[in-house]
């Protein structure tokens, strides 16, 4: 297992020259926002940042047109060019538990699109082509439609950032690894995208189930009194109330995923083969020709101190 950093990973694989002064990355966030809180966070914090260029959002997941509908509302909200960002639905797959959404029933806005998903996102790769990452923090059902939808987009994806995954640990420390939810949601589609060749950015358990957000860190957050941090807490508490997994502290899991492709990540990544089992496991195979880039720790204290100094702005 070598580590290097994601850039030197993509000159290597793509042939993509060094730049002195990095611009935005340019990115595509698809998301089942809706279930989870920290995908609300993770999107919320695009909106802080001016190392990325956010082209449009992608939802996934059951009833990915109330999910979009949900992103689309909290993007007015910043107002602004955020309130312009093209939201999608993509593909709706089995139901599952999503309270938030209930939030952003009604909403309307030019920019929420009920249809349409995999196509945009083929159009905004091919207007861009070697330009644009996806960034995928659920079951990766629209990348790997994306993926089967023309034989030649992957070429044209500069990376696909993702969480999911267990590669040395589980959800608790210690812990053996285990199907995390993004990937055994849909193997087959993970299958998929793990084997397309594209550079591939992963954020697994290893490194993003200790990223939890405490009470204090939600005070500091929610008492900005921002229009957006104020609705990142009403979907706090009806996250909190309603999560049938009784958590009252969010793990950031998705928002690693994002700072992963920073022009200016300071993090370590082990270069690794990853094979995706029936049952979502996420293997590393010793031996094989790399296909990921993992982060496989990260200093949680700093991470989480940063991200909240971040949306406390």
């Known amino acids: 297992m070598r580590v290097v950093s994601f850039f030197c990973f993509l000159l290597m694989t793509c042939g993509i020259p060094a730049q002195s002064a990095p611009k935005p990355a340019a990115v595509l966030f698809d998301t089942d926002i809706g279930t989870d809180i920290d995908d609300a966070y993770a999107l919320a914090l695009f909106v802080h940042r001016s190392d990325f260029e956010l082209l449009g959002v992608t939802t996934v997941s059951s009833d990915a047109v109330a999910r979009a509908r949900l992103a689309a509302k909290l993007l007015s909200i910043a107002g602004g060019k955020w309130a312009e ?17 209930e939030w952003a029933a009604g909403f309307q806005s030019p920019r929420l699109h009920e249809s349409g998903g995999i196509e945009f996102m083929r159009r905004t790769i091919e207007s861009r082509p070697g330009e644009v990452t996806v960034i995928a923090v659920g079951e990766l059902t629209n990348v790997a439609a994306l993926l089967d939808s023309d034989p030649g987009i992957a070429r044209k994806i500069r ?13 608790a420390p210690g812990s053996k690894p285990e199907p995390e939810w993004n990937i055994r ?29 405490t009470p204090e860190m ?24 309603t999560n049938h997994w009784k958590g009252d502290q969010p793990t950031l899991f998705d928002v690693l995923a994002i700072e992963l492709v920073s022009p200016t990540s300071p993090y370590k990544l082990a270069t690794l083969h990853l094979e995706v089992t029936d049952d979502g496991l996420t293997r590393p195979v010793p031996g094989r020709k790399a296909n990921a880039q993992a982060s496989i720790a990260v200093d949680v204290p700093a991470f989480m101190k940063t991200f909240v100094e971040t949306l406390s702005r």
């Open 218 to 241: 939600r005070v500091a957050i929610f008492s900005s009194g921002t229009p957006l941090n104020d609705a990142l807490g009403a979907l706090d508490q009806i996250w909190r109330y």
């Open 159 to 171: 990376a696909i950032a993702l969480m999911g995954g267990a590669i040395y640990r589980g959800y």
């Open 85 to 101: 960002v093209p939201v999608y639905a993509g593909l709706s797959t089995p139901v599952q538990y999503m309270k938030q959404v």
């Open 185 to 213: 949601s849909n193997a087959k589609a993970a299958r998929r995208v793990f084997t397309s060749g594209v550079p591939l950015l992963v954020a697994p358990l290893d490194s993003t189930a200790d990223l939890k957000l």
